[in-house]
Each structure stands twice: as structure tokens, then as C-alpha cells.
């Protein structure tokens, strides 16, 4: 079956330009997670969903950064007024059961 | 608060070599403790996991045992190879949903 998928893969945009970052989960995975990675380090934790419930938002830096999953399956994360330090890696993950979680490859941001 | 500190990188081994990468962490209560493995140009996949005290996890030759006594999750694997080097994080599930990842270790391996 199809993994978790994200768009687009990269996207280039100039500083204080809005973006919008896709995930699809794996189809039935009710949990999703978004990441941020810089260069060199590990995945740290943004915001999780349990179906469309936002249950954690607490690792959103400020806010400018915002995530919606309406309908329990697919996901944005939208950063408003897009900033160089906002360059990185974004990651998105889906479980069903709460532990083992499959990642996407990635969204890449350039923040010019 | 929680917290995972792993061995620094890049590491080099030989073809067949012996490897250990260390991993501690701080956490409230008995999180499940995980390990993930990125591959060059590839994303983050699940490379073993425990989630109990003494538990040992598996995966590709690679093992790591829930110590809960040290606190630790050190990932081993008694014979290396080219295949292997990529980047691992170790990774404890603090609270339910929220992991959190150490900084990676990056693993070449030399034929």
C-alpha cells in the first residue's frame, strides 16, 4: 500500500510569502505528526492530530505557523509570513496505534 | 524535562566491525523506546523498538535492550556493512504521541 506522502518535495519562497504543506497519511492511520528538521539534527516535534482534533500544538513556534486535518485524513501546515530561520526540513508521520510512526519524505523549504 | 542525549557522530567503521551507538534519556514513567534509521535520500523508517523494561528489540541484525536502570537504549550490531551506513536517532515516546528524537548519529561504513 501507498505510504505517507507529502507536497511538494521542495518549495522555494521568498520571505514573507505564505505556505502551505501537504501530508496524506496512510490510509486508515489515525494519528498524524508534524516535524521540523534542521540540517544535523534530529525531528522535533510541531503539533499532532487524533483523527481532525489538533490534540498538541504546543511545539509550533509562534504563531505564524498553523495545521488543520478537517476531515481526519489529509493534513496542511501553513506558515504565514514565511522568515529565513523558517528554512528546514518539514516531516510528516501517521500510526494507528499511538507508537510506531511512518514518515513521509519530507517537504523541503528554502526561505529566501 | 524529557529529554535523549546520543552519541555524537560521524562514526567510521570498517566492513564487519563491531558497532555500539549510545543513547540516555530523561522521562517521566516508562516510555517506549525506539530507534529510526534514515537512509541516504530517503526519510525516517522504524528500525527497532522496546517497550518495556529488559525488552530487546530487533531489526536487520541490529539490537538494543530497554535498560531501565541506566536509562538507556543502546543500539548494537556485531558485524557492520557498506549497506548500513546512514543516519540513526534514538527515540523515546515521552508521553503517548510525543517522541522525541536525539540529534542523530551518522554511521559510515568502509569496505
Known amino acids: 500500500g501507498a505510504g505517507v506522502s507529502q507536497s511538494p518535495r521542495y518549495k522555494v519562497t521568498k520571505r514573507g510569502q505564505d505556505v502551505a504543506l501537504r501530508c496524506d497519511p496512510i490510509?486508515?492511520?489515525?494519528?498524524l505528526y508534524w516535524y521540523r528538521q534542521a540540517l544535523g539534527q534530529g525531528p522535533e516535534f510541531l503539533t499532532y492530530?487524533?483523527?481532525?482534533?489538533?490534540?498538541?500544538k504546543s511545539g509550533l513556534p509562534n504563531d505564524r505557523f498553523s495545521a488543520e486535518r478537517p476531515e481526519g485524513s489529509i493534513s496542511t501546515l501553513t506558515i504565514q509570513r514565511t522568515e529565513q530561520r523558517d528554512s528546514a526540513m518539514y516531516r510528516c508521520?501517521?500510526?494507528?496505534?499511538?507508537?510506531?510512526?511512518?514518515f513521509g519524505p519530507g517537504t523541503r523549504l528554502l526561505v529566501l | 524535562g524529557d529529554s535523549v542525549t546520543q552519541m555524537e557522530g560521524p562514526v567510521t567503521l570498517s566492513e564487519e566491525a563491531c558497532l555500539t551507538i549510545?543513547?540516555?534519556?530523561?522521562?517521566?514513567?516508562?516510555?517506549?523506546l525506539f530507534w529510526y534509521v534514515q537512509y541516504p535520500g530517503e526519510g525516517l523508517q522504524l528500525l527497532l523498538k522496546a517497550t518495556k523494561a529488559d525488552d530487546k528489540g530487533s531489526n536487520k541484525g541490529f539490537e538494543a535492550t530497554y535498560r531501565k536502570e541506566t536509562t538507556s537504549f543502546h543500539l548494537e550490531k556485531g558485524s557492520v556493512q557498506v549497506s548500513d551506513s546512514a543516519v540513526y536517532f534514538c527515540a523515546p515516546d515521552t508521553g503517548g504521541f510525543k517522541t522525541i528524537f536525539g540529534a542523530g548519529t551518522r554511521l559510515f561504513v568502509k569496505a
Open positions: 549510545n543513547c540516555t534519556y530523561t522521562a517521566t514513567g516508562y516510555p517506549s
Open positions: 492530530f487524533n483523527y481532525e482534533a489538533q490534540q498538541d
Open positions: 508521520a501517521s500510526s494507528y496505534s499511538q507508537e510506531t510512526q511512518y
Open positions: 490510509s486508515g492511520h489515525v494519528s
